[in-house]
Nanobody, 124 residues
Framework: QILLVESGGGLVPAGGSLRLSCTAS????????MAWIRQAPGKGRNVVAA????????YYGDSVKGRFTISRDNAKNTLYLQMNSLKPEDTATYYC?????????????????WGQGTQVTVSS
């Protein structure tokens, strides 16, 4: 089992940047595929970005390609999401999530372990 804790959310103006972090308080992330998943008010959960266990492969949702970068440091047991050129439509609760299933990593239902979430609000 793994317990995930996110940090780094906040209020930022449109065009600004934020860096989210996710650390495992128990367990190690090195054997898991990881993702950042967001949920806006009244909407479902969508995978924003995902990364393989070694970091060799990544996935991005169409709405964030070219603006967001997912990365991981297994030695520090930490996952990151660098978010640039933020837009008001990026406003959501962002969750860090982990799975042992390497397939269908673009679907939020694939993830077994979730953090508590961190709020990102982008003002227009």
């Amino acid at each position: 089992q793994i317990l995930l804790v996110e940090s780094g959310g906040g209020l930022v103006p449109a065009g600004g940047s934020l860096r989210l972090s996710c650390t495992a308080s128990t367990g190690t992330i090195s054997t898991y595929y990881m993702a950042w998943i967001r949920q806006a008010p009244g909407k479902g959960r969508n995978v924003v970005a995902a990364i393989s266990d070694t970091g060799a492969h990544t996935y991005y949702g169409d709405s964030v390609k070219g603006r967001f970068t997912i990365s991981r440091d297994n030695a520090k047991n930490t996952l990151y999401l660098q978010m640039n050129s933020l837009k008001p439509e990026d406003t959501a609760t962002y969750y860090c999530a982990a799975t042992n299933n390497a397939y269908q990593w673009e679907y939020s239902a694939n993830y077994n372990y979730w953090g508590q979430g961190t709020q990102v609000t982008v003002s227009s």
